[in-house]
């Protein structure tokens, strides 16, 4: 499986984007840089903090108290994606399951795969599917991913929308003091489109034979999210939802 090249993600949403207009490029666009602003900042407070510790006990020194002493080894955003990143993982995550939802019907769902997975996620992998059996047919697997939406933990809920006026407000200095101690859920919404070649006429046969398919599920991933932490455990699938399919004898035209 391979993300695929900007040409042809362009390509793939061309085909894509009718079939679920709430998945604006504009608001993928949006998401991007907020998760990027996120990143980048992660690395500013990192090299920053440990100079504010020194200053700190510099100056509970010079008056006698003593700080915090959870402060001392206190983190921002320890651990945080840039948005390639994510994408890349949503992309991944769901080239698994369809693989996992195309293998033979005599085949289970792996342990290592509903670890990483919601309960409804594992009823539908063990659903019907017509393409049961594909997997081991399947070649040049692609897949393009676009944020729909983040959301979840209340302080990056007013990230998005703080202004200078609202920087020190309660519900602000809430939201932190929430994420910061006790934490919250992380949710990706995305939607993801992967094209796959079935082989149906052996190695060396005519690819004209072959099927090409296309699909497009919306996503949800989520994980646990603090602010010293950032990403504080491994990201599962709690949802899938099929938003459109199309097979087509010897592929789709460049055009599309």
Not at 56 to 80: C, D, Q
Not at 118 to 145: C, K, M, Y
Not at 158 to 169: D, E
């Amino acid at each position: 499986m391979a993300s695929a090249s900007a040409a042809k993600a362009a390509r793939l949403w061309q085909w894509a984007g009718p079939k679920v207009p709430t998945i604006h490029y504009q608001a993928h666009l949006e998401t991007c840089a907020f998760v990027d602003s996120l990143y980048s900042a992660s690395w500013l407070l990192q090299g920053f903090l440990p100079v504010a510790n020194v200053l700190a006990n510099i100056n509970h020194r010079l008056r006698g108290t003593k700080g915090a002493p959870e402060l001392e080894s206190m983190t921002m955003l320890e651990n945080w994606n840039k948005s390639d990143s994510f994408l890349e993982g949503a992309e991944q995550a769901h080239v698994s399951l369809l693989r996992c939802f195309w293998r033979p019907q005599a085949e289970v769902v792996p342990m290592q795969l509903r670890e990483g997975i919601g309960p409804e996620v594992v009823d539908w992998l063990n659903g019907d599917v017509a393409e049961r059996g594909w997997e081991e047919e399947l070649v040049d697997v692609v897949a393009a991913s676009r944020f729909e939406r983040l959301y979840g933990p209340p302080s990056l809920e007013m990230l998005k929308k703080v202004t200078v006026s609202t920087m020190r407000s309660a519900e602000l200095v809430e939201a932190f003091r929430e994420d910061m101690w006790r934490g919250s859920q992380l949710n990706l919404q995305l939607g993801s489109v992967v094209q796959a070649r079935r082989r149906l006429g052996g190695e060396g046969a005519d690819s004209k034979q072959d099927l090409v398919l296309r699909r497009l599920d919306r996503l949800t991933l989520a994980c646990d999210f603090n602010l010293r932490e950032g990403i504080a455990s491994q990201f599962r699938v709690t949802g899938i939802a099929n938003l459109g399919t199309e097979v087509r004898t010897g592929g789709f035209t460049d055009e599309e």
